[in-house]
């Protein structure tokens, strides 16, 4: 939800109240705002009665919390502060403020308040934090944007070769997508700062935070999944797939505990999964599996987009799905599946990156 210039002051100047009027010795004699955001003066300027005497406070107000836009408005306040009182105080104000765009904010030495309840005021006798308030304004549509399936092509190339800087074009190549689907995506990576652009060039500086996010944001009910069953061994099935899907030039790749188990070996599991780029009825004969609504030890996933594949390696003559898409198939699945995530993502995604 976007909110307009002079909504979104109102609302600004509303929360820092809120947070200030909650200080016994802190007394708000006068809130100045302009009628919309400028670039010429602080959006809003707070003068307080304090035990000291009087303090001045700067805000300057955004409407995209994210780091880009956080350093930008910090810019901002350094240079409002030239002009301000001795001791003025900036605090930046958005509708959702980050845990990297707050650390920016201390580390700038400057405040900060959002619209979702969290904030940070550190001046004087003064120290006001309130932390982990979710976020209230969560922008769906930018994160559908960042995790649909052409974006994340994007991201799979980037986190599976975590140290190349892209030319744009090599990357949309790479990635079998739109030259302007890699300057969407570069574009909502840049709000967050976890690339670093060179020269029209990309290059992913925060691997960890991406993954996060994305592995938070997944969801493999896009896919289509069916559950299968046999008697014979978990690895004898495996072997059968792979084995048919070469002689039929079909992709397919093993993932979550059955792609786990051949990146670290420590894991252990009885239900085969893999990816399959064919349809699921017309394979499972071929290698004896019987579909069932309950107790299935196999399961056939066809894929929502064959972008899955990217980053596939092969061991003893199998195919496994790349380290990162085998992680996000196992990091939301409650007990052995995240305990096996973590020892992807530390055994062999971490030493890579």
Known sequence: MKLSGKELIDKAENAIRACLENVPFVKINEIRGQAEPSNLRPDLWIRLTVPYGEQDLIAEVKNNGEPRFVREAAGRLLRYRYSA????????VAPFISPRSAEICTEEKIGYVDLSGNCRISFGQVYIEKKEQPNLFSEKRNLRSLYSPKAERVLRVLLTNPHGCWKLQDLANEAKVSLGQVSKVKSLLGDREWIDPEHGRMRLIKPMELLAEWAANYDSRRNEIRGYYTLRKTSEVETD????????EIDYALTAFSGAARLAPAVRYLRASAYINFPQEDIAPLIGL????????VTLIRPYDPGVFYGMREVNSVRIASPVQVY????????????????ILEEVIRPIW
Not at 85 to 92: A, E, F, L
């Open 85 to 92: 009182p001795p001791g003025t105080y900036g605090i930046v």
């Open 328 to 343: 996000l198939d196992l990091v939301g699945v409650k007990g052995r599946g995240e305990e096996a995530a973590e020892a």
């Open 241 to 248: 797939l792979a084995k048919t899907c070469a002689e039929k």
């Open 290 to 297: 019987k579909e069932v609504k309950s107790g299935a030890n």
